[in-house]
């Protein structure tokens, strides 16, 4: 980490404003694309990103100089983003724990072609449980154990739900 974040870092311990707007500067944006991933609506991922930085300052004492900063402020904002998500409308299908292997009928994967803009579209489509699984093992990096121990529930169930989300996108994307 470089001297300017973490002299930011002290500042904010102190409750000094100024650094605290600093910090959220610099790390907003990323922040705010990680929970934007996950909720899929740019209303509620500023609320989410917004939420974040209230934790991130509210726990800084949780923080340790040896961790990564980036990667703690950023498992804050994914924790809140899905918070966010199971806080909405009960439309959103249920991440369930005693799912089956998916059917593999449907599009083939090789024949479709598609672009970046097709798959923003069509994963804002997705029921939010496969939304989350999908933004969390694609663009957020984590393996399929640790997308269990966040969401609670079994690593098999999370490996049904990517196949059966990636499925659905594709289904998605051929039917546009």
């Known amino acids: 980490m470089d001297k300017v974040t973490e002299h930011l870092i ?25 929970c ?13 990103m917004q ?14 100089d040896g961790q990564c900063f980036e990667a703690w402020m950023h498992r804050i904002a ?11 409308a009960p439309d959103q299908e249920e991440l369930s724990d005693n799912l089956a ?3 593999t009928d ?10 970046v803009a097709q798959i923003k579209e069509a994963t804002k489509k997705l029921p939010a449980g496969y939304r989350i699984i999908l933004s969390l093992y694609l663009f957020e990096g984590y393996d399929m154990e ?17 196949l059966r989300a990636k499925r659905k996108l594709l289904d998605i994307i051929a039917a546009n």
Do not use: M
């Not at 904010?12 to 990680?34: E, F, N, P, T, V």
């Not at 909720?39 to 991922?45: F, K, R």
């Open 10 to 34: 002290e500042g904010c311990r102190r409750g000094d404003r100024s650094s605290q707007l600093k910090l959220y500067k610099q790390y907003a944006q990323r922040l705010y694309i990680a």
């Open 36 to 48: 934007l991933r996950i909720v899929g609506n740019s209303s509620e991922a500023e609320e989410a």
């Open 51 to 64: 939420d974040s930085f209230l934790k991130i300052f509210t726990r800084l004492d949780q923080y340790h």
């Open 78 to 88: 994914i924790h809140t983003a899905i918070d966010y998500v199971r806080r909405q």
């Open 101 to 103: 292997e998916p059917e």
């Open 106 to 115: 449907g599009p083939d994967e090789k024949e479709i072609q598609y672009s």
């Open 146 to 162: 640790e997308i269990a121990s966040i969401l609670k529930i079994q690593p098999p169930s999370v490996r049904s739900q990517y």
